[in-house]
């Protein structure tokens, strides 16, 4: 019998464990943002060894190595093994990471006791946890792009970025819930490169408060992997693997019968066409996909995002986790800009307006560091600079790198792009520290809060220029044609 309309609600189902995954990526991302100076304090009591900015920079951003660990290895296993088994290996990284991150104590080491060993234990277990982000960042947007209709496409992959947005969010509150009453440990430079707890800190937070913070993950990260036992293999993998029935089963069931049928048409045309060669299609999409991923990263909204508590403190903030949990709401608010805009406005508009907000907002802090403006003056900055970031380079990167390559190398290219993205993210993340501290002349450390905010400014305007000139615009097309898109322009 044939099946005339598709089923929105299969469809929605599907792309709703999907997103969790993205979830799961923002989770994890943004957890250490509650956890890291209860971190540091722990780790500044170790006996045999001196933990500085540079080792806490490193800490608080290992997982970024994993991140391009597993993106690497994304393509070759969702090529060889499927999308769905790739999302199922994630889901299984992400639980061990957070039992271990919240026990790195496990089985080796004594509880509670501080050590060059133990560091070197969490940090395996936080690179853990980043493989399975990189595998969920390139894969979950995707599969979501070849189990979409063209017409709804952008918007569901948008939908991703939503998650990984709510994610962060979510990490924000259950920080925020898990501190309670209790407060940050304070600490002080007693060195150029040294630090130490004050003896009036909260005992509780160093010892047990960042460990209940990482251990929370546990709980969605074993609701996804088994939610994605219950989603099918994405139509397009099978079809490209010669599983032409189950393909089109899977695509009536979202499609309706006659639709899925020219669906899997075009997609047994281009498999037939053309190689699985990278540079099949040219350089030019390689490079721009490439691109786009160092751009998202090197604005520097990451750096934000993980440091939020930190920044808000510098800023005079009483309370930063309050600023923290209203910056996770203004970013909810404006990545559903870009969730209901895309399809309307297309993907080129809010990425050039996006790169514009969020220079007005970077230079907005950095010259509250020039001249001594309220503080609420650079908050507000930092809140016009991150809102920006949601609408435009969060949500539509990942729907230019999931649509924007050919059928035949998506898997290949898109684990390319995302490991360039988790590179720069890795870059950015691990020197922010280091150069918002640095210090010269009359301007002390405001200089370093200058510098930092100088540089993404700047960055921000050359990336809005890069789109301008050579991104293409992608709404309303199919993913089928890109490859005709991109086969006029690889001789131009």
């Known amino acids: 019998m044939e099946r005339q309309n598709g089923s929105r609600l299969y469809l929605f189902s599907i792309v709703l464990v999907a997103v969790m995954g993205g979830l799961l990526f923002g989770y994890d991302t943004a957890v250490i943002s509650g956890a890291e100076k209860g971190l540091q304090a722990f780790f500044l009591g170790a006996p045999d060894f001196v933990y500085t900015d540079i080792i806490h920079g490193f800490t608080s951003s290992s997982a970024l190595i994993g991140c391009i660990i597993g993106s690497m290895l994304s393509g070759m296993i969702a090529s060889r093994w499927g999308r769905k088994p790739t999302l199922i290996v994630a889901g299984i990284l992400f639980l061990v990471s957070a039992l271990g991150s919240y026990d790195p104590e496990f089985a080796f080491f004594d509880y509670g006791q501080p050590s060059f060993a133990l560091l070197l234990a969490f940090n395996v277990y936080r690179v853990i946890g980043g493989v399975g982000v990189g595998l969920a960042s390139a894969i979950c947007p995707m599969y979501i792009a070849e189990v979409s209709p063209s017409e709804m496409r952008g918007t569901l992959v948008s ?77 397009r993998y099978l079809a490209m693997k010669g599983k032409d029935k189950k393909a089109l089963d899977i695509l009536t069931h979202i499609n309706g019968t006659i639709k899925a049928k020219a669906i899997l048409d075009d997609i047994l045309a281009t498999t037939e066409t053309k190689s699985e060669r990278l540079f099949a299609f040219g350089v030019r999409v390689i490079f721009i996909g490439i691109m786009l991923s160092v751009f998202q990263q090197a604005v520097g909204i990451n750096a934000v995002l993980y440091y939020a508590p930190r ?22 608010a404006f990545t559903l800009v870009a969730v209901f ?65 050919p059928n035949t190398i998506r898997s290949t290219a898109v684990a390319i792009a995302v490991a360039f993205q988790w590179i720069f993210n890795f870059i950015v993340s691990s020197t922010f520290v280091p150069m918002y501290n640095m210090s010269m002349g009359e301007m002390g450390d405001k200089f370093g809060h200058m510098f930092v905010y100088a540089l993404y400014g700047v960055i921000c305007l050359v990336a809005a220029v890069f789109v301008y000139k050579l991104v293409p615009e992608t709404k309303n097309r199919t993913l089928e044609d890109m490859t005709a898109l991109w086969s006029k322009k690889k001789n131009l």
Not at 194 to 202: E, G, N
Not at 311 to 318: D, K, N, P, R, V
Not at 391 to 398: A, E, L, R, V
């Open 311 to 332: 920044i808000f403190e510098s800023l005079g903030m009483a309370n930063p986790m309050v600023q923290t949990v209203m910056m996770g709401v203004v970013n909810i």
């Open 159 to 235: 939908w991703n970025q939503f998650a990984i947005i709510f994610g962060q969010l979510v990490v924000y509150f259950v920080n925020f819930l898990i501190l309670g009453e209790h407060t940050y440990p304070i600490i002080e430079k007693i060195g150029e490169t040294v630090y130490a707890v004050s003896p009036d800190s909260d005992p509780w937070t160093i010892a047990t408060g960042w460990r209940y913070m990482f251990g929370s993950e546990a709980f969605v990260a074993a609701l996804f992997t088994i939610l994605v036992f219950f989603v099918p293999e994405s139509p």
């Open 341 to 405: 805009t895309v399809e309307r406005w297309g993907r080129k508009p809010l990425l050039i307006y996006g790169s514009v907000g969020m220079a007005i907002g970077a230079f907005g802090v950095m010259m509250a560091n020039i001249v001594n403006l309220p503080p609420l003056f650079p908050v507000i900055s930092i809140m016009i600079y991150s809102a920006s970031f949601m609408f435009s380079w969060g949500p539509i990167c990942w729907v230019l790198i999931s649509e924007i390559f």
